[in-house]
């Protein structure tokens, strides 16, 4: 039966899904791939590709408070090598490991103190194709980052658990990394990056970097330049919401500098300014949930197509 035939093939190619859905937007792109029966499903029954979800603000918010209350509660931060910080991770590594996922705090030792980087894999897709999400989980001494970098922090959490919790099958592996000091020179994801296998650094084939998405101000988003395919995926989204974008060039100031590093391609975004950067006001009321929720909006689209997510 040539029908069935067909159904049963690999997965779609995502680099067609993209031409299609940037020329008729993902809703027809679906429909496009699935009436040309390549959206190919792993039962008898016809799939689609999963709609990426849209991340309410109250979900965000959630993770917002928490990192808050975590900074008043340890001094007024989450900076490396204090207290903050380690209630941060086990918070992330909390929620994780409920979700289902497969967690690891790897520790590292700068300036005399224990950090933590948390990573998570959905045990789901081929582990030989990993897209990677990350973010710094470390603020400053100076404030508790909610900005810098509770929202970022907060963004790919979410993603994570919308993952979890809508199940969509996968292609590929899913790795999610929360890093610790980075505020110091970037030191949690470089460690990461150096301890990494030969073999396993070619598996990574892109990472996404989330810092400072939560500006209350913003406007326009910042989309990093260094890949332009990914950089044009991120500028698709967010056409496709009304909302501008600009290219940014963060170069070695955030993690995915520890990425491009091992050969990695990679991209990011980042919110509008932020009048409390670095400084003690960086608290709750310097960031709008409404902001996180958007950029963590963008961050699933890019991780459910670059991943090939579909329906169960
Ligand atoms: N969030 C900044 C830091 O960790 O110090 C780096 C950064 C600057 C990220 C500008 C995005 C935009
Ligand atoms: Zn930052």
Not at 38 to 51: N, Q, W, Y
Not at 232 to 254: C, E, L
Request: net charge positive.
């Amino acid at each position: 039966m040539r029908r069935r035939r067909r159904i049963a093939r690999p997965p779609p190619c995502l680099g067609a899904h993209m031409r299609i859905a940037k020329i008729f937007g993902t809703a027809a792109a679906v429909a496009a791939l699935v009436g040309a029966g390549l959206a190919a499903p792993s039962s008898a029954a016809p799939a689609t590709l999963a709609a990426p979800p849209q991340i309410p603000a109250d979900a965000v918010q959630v993770h917002l408070q928490q990192f808050q209350s975590i900074g008043t509660a340890n001094g007024g931060n989450r900076a490396h090598g204090r207290p903050g910080y380690r209630a941060s991770a086990d918070y992330v590594k909390g929620k994780l490991d409920a979700a289902g996922f497969t967690t690891t705090l790897q520790s590292f030792t700068h300036n005399g103190a224990t950090g933590w980087n948390v990573i998570a894999d959905w045990p789901q897709g081929d582990a030989n194709q990993v897209v990677f999400l990350g973010a710094h989980l470390d603020s400053v001494a100076a404030g508790p980052g909610l900005n810098d970098n509770a929202s970022g922090s907060a963004a790919v959490l979410e993603t994570a658990l919308t993952l979890a919790r809508t199940k969509p099958t996968v292609q590929k592996r899913l790795r999610f990394g929360w890093w610790g000091a980075e505020e110091l020179g970037l030191i949690g994801s470089k460690y990461y990056a150096s301890r990494l296998p030969a073999a396993e650094r070619t598996r990574i084939k892109t990472y996404l970097n989330f810092d400072m998405v939560g500006a209350k101000n913003t406007t326009t988003w910042g989309v990093y330049t260094d890949n332009a395919a990914l950089r044009q995926q991120f500028d698709a989204h967010f056409r496709a919401k009304g909302i501008p974008t600009r290219g940014v060039n963060i170069a070695g100031r955030s993690d995915h500098a520890s990425f491009a590093g091992i050969g990695v391609p990679v991209s990011g975004i980042t919110s509008g300014n932020d009048p409390c950067y670095h400084q003690r006001c960086d608290t709750i009321t310097n960031v709008t949930a409404g902001v996180v929720a958007t950029g963590a909006t963008a961050a699933a689209d890019l991780a459910w197509n670059l991943a090939g997510a579909a329906r169960r």
